[in-house]
């Protein structure tokens, strides 16, 4: 089974940038790596994937080195509203199901 | 367009009651699966179906029994509830064509049960 490993809290402040890793091992080769935010109460959301390299859109960036072990999510300037639980999802080669979600990391954004 | 709607949002159930969690789609996508979220675990796949009348067996399955009788709905059925089973869980789905789930297919989810078992 894949394995993926998260911080299980980080804290920053407004405007600061925020890099969050995601470790993950025995993934599966043609698969991407997604990420997902979630809110209290709420479902998660998706905001960024990726295969390798970098790759940014208008919320998140995400980085992905060439061995594909690990990933790491960047929000640039943060606010307040970034406050959630930031959860990657990567693929299982071993398993029919072939979805694991990381155990999500609690980011808190203070003033 | 609603998305996707779970019922109900909260319920309270007594050790070996059963009952059933509704879970409906109006994007027409294919799959459908179902989640359930624990304190320090993330979100963990109990059972998923990828189209009609098909359904299989996630990471964690024993205990819940699942259908899709229609396409845009998928039931979670909990046939004789134990406190372990007190969570919150989550219904998504993604408009996946091909044969098996992958992780790039974005995925919809509800907006979750909360589920306790007493």
């Known amino acids: 089974l894949a394995k993926t490993t998260q911080p299980i809290s980080m804290d920053s402040y407004e405007g600061q940038e925020v890099n969050i890793t995601c470790s993950h091992n025995n993934i599966a080769t043609n698969d991407y790596i997604t990420w997902y935010q979630q809110f209290p109460s709420q479902g998660p959301r998706f905001i960024i994937q990726?295969?390798?390299t970098k790759v940014t859109n208008e919320v998140a960036s995400l980085f992905i080195p060439a061995d594909r072990k690990s990933s790491t999510l960047s929000l640039p300037r943060v606010s307040l509203s970034d406050t959630a639980v930031y959860y990657c999802l990567v693929g299982d080669p071993f398993s029919s199901y072939k979805l694991i979600f990381g155990s999500g990391t609690r980011l808190l954004v203070r003033p | 367009n609603a998305g996707v709607t779970q019922t109900p949002k909260f319920r309270v159930l007594k050790t070996g009651q059963s009952m059933t969690l509704l879970c409906a789609q109006d994007m027409n996508h294919e799959y459908m699966y179902w989640y359930r979220q624990d304190p320090g675990m993330g979100l963990r796949l109990i059972h998923y179906?990828?189209?009609?009348?098909?359904?299989a067996k996630g990471e964690v399955p024993d205990g819940y029994n699942v259908s899709r009788l229609k396409k845009q709905n998928f039931l979670l059925g909990l046939e004789s509830a134990a406190p372990s089973q007190t969570s919150v869980y989550f219904c998504?789905?993604?408009?996946?064509?091909?044969?098996?789930?992958?992780?790039?297919?974005?995925?919809?989810f509800g907006p979750g049960t909360r589920l306790l078992v007493l």
């Open positions: 179906s990828v189209g009609e009348g098909t359904t």
């Open positions: 990726g295969y390798k």
């Open positions: 998504a789905s993604t408009s996946s064509p091909g044969d098996r789930v992958l992780p790039q297919e974005t995925q919809y």
